[in-house]
């Protein structure tokens, strides 16, 4: 099994930036790929990007796609979402997954996640 544990949200305003964390326990050896969700209110879960957890391709949603970087740190099993000029849309849950599977897009193929962290973006 693998634990993952988000930190890092907060309220910004429009503009604004903060970076998540996402710390992995457990099974690390498995892991294939990393990525991030976010979940607003009323909304299906949105995929925001994903990586392999040793070097390789990046994925970003068109929607956060030269905002938002995503990075890790094998050394300390972290994963990053540095999230620069954050709008109001950007306003949800974001929860990190993880795979031993290949990387994928669809949050189906992801079989740990965890619990999420808010981001509340102000106007």
């Known amino acids: 099994q693998v634990q993952l544990v988000e930190s890092g949200g907060g309220l910004v305003q429009a503009g604004g930036s903060l970076r998540l964390s996402c710390a992995a326990s457990g099974r690390t050896f498995s892991i294939y790929a990393m990525a991030w969700f976010r979940q607003a209110p009323g909304k299906e879960r949105e995929f925001v990007t994903a990586?392999?957890?040793?070097?390789?391709?990046?994925h970003y949603s068109g929607s956060v796609e030269g905002r938002f970087t995503i990075s890790r740190d094998n050394a300390k099993n972290t994963l990053y979402l540095q999230m620069n000029n954050l709008k109001p849309e950007d306003t949800a849950v974001y929860l990190c997954?993880?795979?031993?599977?290949?990387?994928?897009?669809?949050?189906?193929?992801?079989?740990?996640w965890g619990q999420g962290t808010q981001v509340t973006v102000s106007s």
């Open positions: 997954a993880a795979t031993s599977a290949y990387l994928r897009l669809s949050s189906d193929a992801y079989s740990y």
């Open positions: 990586t392999t957890w040793t070097a390789g391709p990046t």
